[in-house]
Structure formats: structure tokens, C-alpha cells
């Protein structure tokens, strides 16, 4: 195992070491470049104070993103790369930050605050690899394994659970026993811990290949900070449609979409609104009329509450809303969504339908899959097409509208809705000449 450090990551380690203090990668760059996948960001420890790194790179923007923990970000080529001083922890009772950080002179110090043993490796070219709790041979086994007590160490820090399960997600790594057992006995503190710091975890966790397995074996620490999953494990579907419980089925869903993270919560979410809904007629089938609805009000109220930006939850509530909808391979129908849904998200919903029937029973999947195959088809040529779907496109605007006289106003609006309502029915062709003739007409 061995790493090549980009030119940059040498250069920030040599400018340190040539103003006299240590200083090694660590952390994700180092696991993640032993063990062969890309590495997102380099980051360093150095035994120097934030003013002596601020000192060493003063010929470059430094931004001060944490001098209190000792973080201070330099800027090269437009870059962000975050060198902090070697610190120990104490407690994170806001769960936030810790409450208290010493910095230390040790490098030893600094690796025994890190989380799993993977995450505490150190390297530079002078020393070579720094491994003091054996990471190396955790990446080998390819297990994840809290440095110390783990009590202890998600008492800390609770977030440290969900990190646990999302790069066992992404990774497809197991989780060391003691690690797992203590997961499930500390997992209420996660309610303690800040939205912000949740969500950006759970996206990583819920776009890994492995999901399902996280999904299925760790279901109550998610119950912990989304409660309303819990009524979904184990809830029988009883309908010809499904072949699983629903929590089985939401799982198999999230698994069977491309790895976004708008999509994969919105599968999470997609059937929250079931238990809610469900009648059962006279046959004994259950069925679950407006869940829709009902679980695009619930997601957003999760989202909000986990403190999602704005536009994810618009995404996850407008996917979830239409997530069961029969679009017919109609072409003025697929025109309708892609003005009202937009094609971004019209194509999504399409993803995800796809992933949801393919996590179904086998009942009537070949006529499901084969209607959505014709509307995936008609929607990719409209778009390729310069066929007319949206006002965009339209062959008029609102300058062409006031030219015939009509004052400016709302007015404007529904004269040009109502023409592309009828170019998109078929009913006009999309001509400057035909609409303004149409157009006369109405006003
Ligand atoms: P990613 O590839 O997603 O960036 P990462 O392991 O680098 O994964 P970061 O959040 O960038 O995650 O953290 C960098 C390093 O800081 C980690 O590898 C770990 O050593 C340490 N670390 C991060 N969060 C914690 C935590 N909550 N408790 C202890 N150590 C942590
Ligand atoms: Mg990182």
C-alpha cells in the first residue's frame, strides 16, 4: 500500500516543514487513496498553530474557518484545502463542535480523537505512513471499527454512529462487533445531534451501494431522528402489487435508483403516507388512496425538520406527490408534465417509477416497465424534437400579445397558457401567424 500525494498536497506538507513543524495528510484522503477510490479532498495535520499556518502560507488567500478548533482553509488554484493543529477533543454536548479542543503537539494525540481506526491513518513522504491503531489492516478486512471504547467514543459524539453505518454504506464494509453492538445501544443520542450534521451524513449513507443491508439491519437508528419510518417495518401491503413488507420494499427501491441523493430520499420517503391510508375492501386487499398526498405533506415535514435546503424538500415533495401517477405514453399528456414538472424533474420521476416497480411483485411488471419504457421513449424524442412544450418555446411571447392591444397585465399570462394548451393538445400548430390569428380571436 503505498500513496502518491498530488504536487499540492507535497507543496503544503514541504512549506510547513521548511518553516520547521510536522505535518502529514490524513483522514479520508489517506484511506481513500490506500484503498484505490478518488479522493474528494486532502486535508492536513501539523503540529503549528493556526497563526503559524496563516504565517507559512501568507502569500495565499487563508480563510479562518475554525481558528477556535484550529482549522484554517488555504486557497491554491482556486482550491479549499484545510489544514488544522494537531488537537484532542472534549465532549460535543451541543453535538455541534466539541465543547472544548486543546491542541496538542503530538500526532499521536491528534490520531486517538479520530473516529474509526480507517480514518486514523497519517502519511507524508518523510515518515511514510502513519498507522498507530492498525487502519491498515481495517481497510484490508474492510471493516469499520471505532478507535477506544465505543461507548465512550458515540457518548462523544453521536453523529460518529451515522458516519459508522454511511461508510459501511458506501464502502461496503462490515461493522467490527463491539462497534455494532454499541451502535444500537447509543442510538437515541443521535436525537441530539444537529440536523445539519445529520442530513449531509444520511445523503452520503443513502447514495452507497450497499444501502439496502445498512437499511435493513440498522432500521431503528434511522427510526431514531425520521420516527416515522417505524410504521413502515414489518406493515403487511396485502395487495397483488407487492411481494414485500413495506419497509422490504422501500428499501429495495432506494437500492434500484441511481445514486442521487434527491432521488434515494425521496424513495425513502415515497410510501411514508401508506400505513396512514390503508382501507381494506371487501376482498381483504388493502389499498392506500391518497398516500401520495399524504406522504409528500410527511417528507416535508421530516426534510424541514432535518433542515434540508429548500429546493431538495420542493424536489422530494413534488417527486413523491407524483410518484404513482399512470402517465400514459400519450404525447400531449408527457408534454403536460414536462411544462408543469419541468423536464428535470419529469425525468426523475420517471427514475424513480421505474426503481419503485422494480421493487414491486411480479404482477403485471412487464406491462408497468413496458408502458414506461414508451413514455421514457416519446419524452426523449420531444426533447431531442424542437416541438413546443413549454412558453419557452412557444412561437409567440408577451411583447407579441400587447402588440394586439391587450394592456399588460395578468391577462398577458392567460392568453399564452391558453395557446400553448392548444399547441401542446395538437390543436395549433406552434406559428407566429396561426397563435396571433387564434389569438385575435379570444381576446
Ligand atoms: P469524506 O471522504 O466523506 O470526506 P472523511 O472521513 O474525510 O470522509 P470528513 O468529515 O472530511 O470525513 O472528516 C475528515 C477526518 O476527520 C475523518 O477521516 C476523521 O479522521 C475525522 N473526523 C471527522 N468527523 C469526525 C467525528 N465526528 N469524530 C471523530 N473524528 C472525525
Ligand atoms: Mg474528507
Redesign the pocket.
Known sequence: MKIVLPEVASFIIETLENNGFECFA???????SLSGRN???W?FTTNATPDEIENCFSSFTTIDIGKKYGTICVVIDNKNY?ITTYRT?GD?ADSRHPDSVTFSTTLSDD?S????T???IAYNDRVGLVDEYNGIRDLELGVIRCIGDPDV?FT??A??IL?AL??AS?FGYSIEHNTSVSIINNRDRLSMVAPE?INKELS?LLCGDHVDFILRRYRDVIAVFIPEVSSMFGFDQNSKHHNKDLWRHTVSAVKNTPPDEVLRTTMLLHDIGKPMTVFNDKKGASHFPNHQKLGAAMATTILKRLKYPSYFVNDVNTLIENHDNRIKPDTAEIKRYMRDLGTNIFSMLLSIQRADILAQSMYKREEKIGTLDKVLSEYLRILESDECYSLDSLAVNGKDIIHLGVQSGEIIGKILSELLNKVIEGKLPNTKEALLFYAKNII
Open positions: 490524513v483522514g479520508g484522503c489517506v484511506r481513500d479522493v474528494n479532498d486535508d484545510e477533543d460535543y490520531l480523537r479520530r473516529d474509526f480507517i480514518n486514523a467514543r462523544e459524539d453523529l460518529r458516519r454511511r461508510f458506501t450534521r452520503k
